[in-house]
């Protein structure tokens, strides 16, 4: 059957979550960037958790600043609250305590003939701020004005001044009708005006109504505003300080984290080559010597039982010498395989070439093509041999191919390993739900960890492709090593 061609990474989950661009850099020595003296000034802005929090800082500097818009609203409505409710309280005042007083015991009908009540009005009432003032009774008939030709003239009382009628309690409007506060209208408007109760000496509602020019009442409230306005910018402005030290804080504790865990992951793959490197050297030096030596001692008797005329039992024990060295062979091999190469001293053209060499003895075809410049890391070496030796292993195992082509080349700020079988290939999503097959994910996990991507593209018989991306430090490593082969 042959399926769809799908694309995994060994641990998706992982892999997916985690952009590789953002991860901490490999540096030259394989060690993570902290051991750098000095270079912990550098870590704190760059990375997936810098990324983070300047993009947090921004939303955090974002909503301030809608905050602090919606606070001076709030603050500018407030202050002009405030001066109409002083312009109401000045007329209750007014009213009561000048204009009531003043009023003749007589029945206030026409009350501009009074000379004294309106030389009262007009030296203690009117002035800056008011320019109008008017008495009316409960029907609207207008008893007192200080502009001419007015009084005698009825006017319609809003509910509100029947209501201050009845109580006593100030109100005032917009020209009139609209309310004063209302910050929508701006500055619009031509008066403020305000009406107050008071009584005349027999007892009867009256109300005093007092005009000023609403460009005063705006004025006045901007400036209160504008006299508010500095404290609240400056405790927000103190609150986002505030917020960056506790960020900057969070920021240096997530990098310590985030390095430790680069450098626990340095010591392990350390841990790993020093055992493995333990284990062949006890290969080595023990069964293999053993081998070897026991395979020439067989030759030896072979030798010596043909010389004494036994040729059949002189060949089977000339066979089994045979098959012995064939075994030492293929442990030796073995051993190169298990052996961490000498990666840092003879480069990644001559290691991967040794690699390969183990698919060309069993007869498949490779080709191999190695360009590296030098800003691969030794840890991104380690990494990269890493990934063709379990691309090569699983070809040995599982592929039954008979070309391969191996490819490394950078582009772009990154290194790019491409090993593509010929062989039956597998379906990806079956492969993933099996139990015991560690080889891919583990190496999925540990490219993520250092910032790149592991991919194997396959499907039943179209052959596998493991690609690793790597992202490349910028500063000169050593001299370049720029190879083309084929083995
Ligand atoms: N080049 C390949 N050709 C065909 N099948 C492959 C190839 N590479 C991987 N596979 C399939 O994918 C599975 C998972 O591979 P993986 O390397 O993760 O585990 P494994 O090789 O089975 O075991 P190990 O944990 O020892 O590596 C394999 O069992 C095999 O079926
Ligand atoms: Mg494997």
């Not at 626990?264 to 841990?271: D, G, K, P, Q, S």
């Amino acid at each position: 059957m042959r399926g769809t061609r799908t694309e995994i990474s060994g641990d998706s989950s992982v892999s997916r979550s985690i952009e590789p661009s953002q991860r901490l850099p490999l540096e030259q020595d394989g060690t993570p960037a902290r051991s750098r003296g000095g270079s912990r000034r550098r870590l704190l802005w760059r990375g997936p958790i810098e990324r983070l929090v300047i993009l947090y800082m921004c939303a955090a500097l974002g909503a301030f600043v809608l905050c602090g818009a919606g606070l001076a609203l709030a603050q500018r409505h407030a202050a002009l609250k405030e001066v109409v409710r002083d312009a109401r309280a000045t007329a209750t005042l007014l009213s009561t305590r000048v204009v009531q007083p003043a009023l003749p015991l007589s029945a206030p009908a026409r009350l501009d003939a009074d000379q004294t009540f309106d030389r009262v009005i007009r030296e203690r009432v009117l002035g800056a701020p008011l320019t109008q003032a008017r008495i009316v009774d409960e029907s609207g008939l207008i008893v007192y004005a200080s502009e001419p030709g007015v009084v005698g003239q009825r006017e319609d009382l809003s509910a509100e001044e029947l209501q201050t009628l009845r109580t006593g309690v100030a109100t005032a409007s917009r020209d009139g009708g609209s309310d004063p506060t209302d910050l929508v209208g701006g500055r619009a408007g031509r008066s403020l005006d305000v009406s107050a109760g008071l009584r005349a000496p027999s007892g009867q509602p009256l109300l005093l109504q007092t005009s000023q020019p609403f460009a005063v009442v705006w004025l006045t409230s901007r400036a209160v505003w504008l006299s508010l306005l500095p404290s609240l910018v400056l405790a927000l402005v103190l609150l986002y300080l505030v917020k960056i030290g506790f960020t900057y804080r969070l920021t240096r504790s997530l990098n310590a984290v985030q390095e430790e865990r680069e450098q626990l992951l340095v010591t392990a793959l350390a841990a790993a080559d020093r055992e493995r490197t333990l284990i062949a050297s006890d290969l080595h030096d023990g069964v293999v010597q053993g081998l070897a030596g026991a395979s020439y001692t067989l030759t030896d008797t072979a030798n010596r039982t043909r010389a004494a005329g036994q040729t059949e039992l002189a060949d089977s024990l000339a066979a089994t010498a045979r098959s012995l060295r064939q075994w030492v062979r293929e442990l030796r091999s073995l051993i190169v395989t298990v052996t961490p190469p000498a990666l840092h001293s003879e480069g990644l053209h001559a290691t991967l070439t040794d690699l390969v060499a183990t698919l060309e003895a069993r007869r498949i075809d490779v080709d191999l093509d190695v360009q590296v410049g030098d800003g691969l890391s030794e840890t991104g070496e380690s990494l990269v041999y890493r990934v063709a030796q379990e691309a090569v292993r699983n070809i040995v195992r599982h592929a039954n191919a008979t070309q391969v082509h191996v490819v490394v080349a950078e582009e772009a700020g990154w290194l790019q390993l491409q090993i593509t079988d010929d062989g039956r290939g597998f379906d990806p999503a079956v492969s993933a739900r099996r139990q015991g097959s560690v080889g891919l994910p583990l190496l999925a996990a540990l490219v993520q960890e250092r910032g790149g991507q592991l991919q194997v593209a396959s499907a039943t018989d179209s052959g596998t492709t493991v690609t690793l991306r790597l992202p490349l430090v910028t500063a000169p490593r050593r001299g370049a090593q720029t190879n083309r082969a084929a083995p």
